[in-house]
């Protein structure tokens, strides 16, 4: 179930997903993994991420007056 974000939660949901991307790309290079844990732990970070990206995305559109198209990459935040 997808929660409705506050500003507050949009922000902490962006960091959230930055920070799994790192732990994602630091999982990926890593070499004493056995595969089949490897390849499980980097389904469960991309499915995270799948959801966090979801939530942001509903949240900027529930909320366009805050964000500006970018071509090519979304939504920026609109500098206030």
Partial sequence: MTHHL????Y?????KLDGLRSRLSAIQART?????HR??????YE???RQYAKEL???EAAHPQD???VAGLG???RKG
């Fill in 57 to 59: 995305r509903l949240y």
């Fill in 75 to 77: 939504t920026i935040p």
């Fill in 11 to 15: 922000a902490l949901t962006k960091a």
């Fill in 47 to 49: 499915e995270t991420m």
């Fill in 67 to 69: 964000f500006q198209p």
């Fill in 32 to 36: 004493d993994l056995a595969p089949p």
């Fill in 39 to 44: 390849a499980e732990v980097e389904r469960s």
């Fill in 6 to 9: 506050t500003a507050e939660g």
